[in-house]
Each structure stands twice: as C-alpha cells, then as structure tokens.
C-alpha cells in the first residue's frame, strides 16, 4: 500500500515569513494529494488539494506543488498570519484500485511566532 | 458545505464496556470512514464503507466493528473497550463521483478508557 512521510513534525516562524511542508509517497499510481488543516479542538479541514496532471496550483497565500518523478509534493504559505498556526496533514490517494482511500502523513505542528 | 457530526466530543468509558461511536453526514455521501488519531502517528484508517451495510477493513480494525444501516449513518463499535482504544477518533465522508474527492471530517471524539 501507500506509505506518506511528511517533514517537519514541527515548524516555526515568525509571523510573514513563510513556511514550507514537505511530503513524499510511495505508489507512483497515487494521483490526488490533499492538504488539510486541523485547529486545536477541531476536525481536519481541506485546504487545498492538487491532481497528478497539474504540477503547481495557488489559492492566494497558499500554494501545492508536485512533482510526480521524484514523488513529493510540499505545501508553501506565503505571509504567514498566527491564524495559519495548526497542525498540517498531508495525503495521498491511490488511483489504481478505484478506492477512495487517503493515506495520511503524521503531520506538521505550525507555530507563527507574532 | 457539507456537514459531518459526531454525536460527542467526549466521552469516558470503563475497561470492558462496549462503546457505540456515531457519525452522521448530510451530503448524501456513498464513502464513510471511521480513523484514530494519536500523536505522533498521524490519522490510521480503522474501517470504511462504500454503501449501506456494506463494510471494509482499514488498516488497524482489531478490537473494533462497523454498522451502516442508513446511508446518511456509519457507527463504530468497541466491542469490549480497552485502555490502548484511548484516542481521538474521526469520521469522514466523500463522494466518489467525479473521480477522486476529498474526504469531509467529523470534529471527532476524544474517547478515554478508564
């Protein structure tokens, strides 16, 4: 199966500086990777996702890029604001089998400094 | 916007109890999911279904069981609770049409095993 490692486990910076979140996967079949965003006492929410036939999508700070050879793909938040402090999972979704399975990173803890 | 909803946000359980989980979702979703998520190990699939009272095994489904009775409706079961089910436990729902979609997360419920 799929296997998601994602780095930093924790990241800090200061506030307007960016900040970058590195995934890499296993199945070259994978073709959806999402990012989502988990505040504290809340559920995972999306933030943006890419598809394997696109190498770089941006949805005002936010921006994913991917590169399908070397199979990673990393999440870039640009300006950073200290509500963009939370935990960062990203993932990955087989394309093969026709299942819906994600398989998820262990996550970033952000941390913007004020 | 698609609403998933956990019927607690805590709950506390003694060794040995059977323990119902519910997740309800308004989006008329085929997939529903059921993870745990613990520090350090990310978010791991226990079970999940592509249709009513149908049922399939993730990747950590020891010690737990499923029913979807309605398609809106996907419970998980602790069949006899133990001190390592000690978690937070998310519920997720997507659509499979239109290719892959992103799952829809549930605020979870922090389940502690006495």
């Known amino acids: 199966g799929e296997n998601v490692e994602q780095h930093p486990s924790t990241l800090s910076v200061q506030e307007g500086d960016s900040a970058v979140i590195k995934c890499t996967y296993s199945?070259?079949?994978?073709?959806?990777f999402p990012w989502y965003k988990q505040e504290l006492g809340k559920g995972p929410q999306l933030i943006i996702d890419?598809?394997?036939?696109?190498g770089e999508k941006k949805d005002q700070r936010i921006a994913v890029t991917l590169n399908k050879t070397a199979k990673h793909f990393s999440l870039h938040i640009t300006e950073t604001q200290p509500e963009d402090s939370a935990v960062y999972f990203c993932a990955a979704m087989e394309g093969q089998t026709g299942a819906n399975n994600l398989f998820f990173g262990t996550g970033t803890r952000l941390t913007v400094i004020p | 916007d698609v609403k998933v909803t956990q019927s607690s946000r805590y709950l506390v359980k003694r060794t040995g109890e059977k323990v119902f989980l519910e997740c309800v979702q308004d989006m008329d979703h085929e997939n529903m999911f059921w993870y745990r998520q613990d520090p350090g190990l990310g978010l791991r699939l226990i079970y999940f279904?592509?249709?009513?009272?149908?049922?399939e095994k993730g990747d950590i489904p020891e010690g737990y069981s499923v029913s979807r009775e309605k398609k809106e409706r996907f419970s998980l079961i602790l069949e006899s609770a133990s001190t390592n089910q000690t978690s937070m436990y998310l519920c997720?729902?997507?659509?499979?049409?239109?290719?892959?979609?992103?799952?829809?997360f549930g605020d979870g419920t922090r389940l502690s095993i006495l």
């Open positions: 279904s592509y249709d009513v009272k149908m049922k």
């Open positions: 890419i598809r394997s036939n696109v």
């Open positions: 199945d070259s079949a994978s073709n959806y």
């Open positions: 997720a729902s997507s659509s499979p049409t239109g290719g892959n979609q992103p799952q829809h």
